[in-house]
Each structure stands twice: as C-alpha cells, then as structure tokens.
C-alpha cells in the first residue's frame, strides 16, 4: 500500500520532541519498510528551506536546548526513498522559490495535486 502524508500543521510538538511528529512517524514507517511519501503544505512548506538554525531560541528563563532540525530529518526521510512535495503555491505565498529548498524536495503546482493524490491508495492530511 503506497501512503502520502500530508503535513500542514507546521512545528506541531517541535518544542517538546525536537522534531515534527509526523515526519518522524513517516522516516519510522519507511524504515519499517513502508511505502510512505510527504507532501508540505501551509506553513509547513517551511521545513523544506536550507540552513534553518533554531539555536539561541528562548521563553522568558526557558532556554531550547535540543532545537529542531527540520531539514535535516527531511533530508533523511528523502535518503530512505521518500518523495517529498511542497505545493508550489503555499511556497510562493511565502516568498520561497526552488532555490531555497532542500535538495530533493519537489515544488508541486497545484493543478498537480489531483494527479498525485490519485497515485496514492491512502492519504492521510496531519
């Protein structure tokens, strides 16, 4: 079975586990041998931008001492041979252009998005 995770919530629980709890769910399933791919939309076509630092993050006397590597865990989800898509309009809304992606992250315009979600025998939006 061929899955696609839809991650639109953006830095869900990234405080607290030092990474997205969806793509951590999705490098788990691929390494368990599933069929899963990501497609990034909303705020979270963010994750897919280079050089992301989140050290030096503070609340009041709280200080984030494991900061999240977003791209970092994209770029081993897509090393495991996961696909992973950012809707090309919810980049732009954002002012982000290919150039700023992640290697091997694939913008998708979406007139495309039919096209992809039929590809798949679940899909499952976070």
Do not use: C
């Not at 809304?93 to 694939?106: F, P, T």
């Amino acid at each position: 079975m061929r899955a696609l995770h839809v991650v639109e919530s953006a830095y869900r629980a990234t405080l607290e586990e030092q990474d997205d709890t969806i793509v951590w769910l999705t490098q788990a399933m691929r390494g368990a041998g599933a069929a899963v791919d990501v497609l990034l939309r909303g705020n979270a076509v963010n994750y897919a931008v280079r050089g992301q630092d989140a050290h030096g993050l503070e609340f009041g006397d709280w200080k984030q001492t494991e900061p999240p590597r977003l791209e970092h865990d994209l770029a081993r989800l897509i090393a495991k041979g996961a696909s992973v898509y950012a809707l090309g309009e919810d980049l732009e809304q954002r002012g982000l252009d290919s150039a700023a992606l992640l290697e091997g992250v694939r913008p998708l315009p979406l007139p495309m998005l039919p096209g992809l979600l039929a590809g798949y025998e679940r899909v499952w939006h976070w």
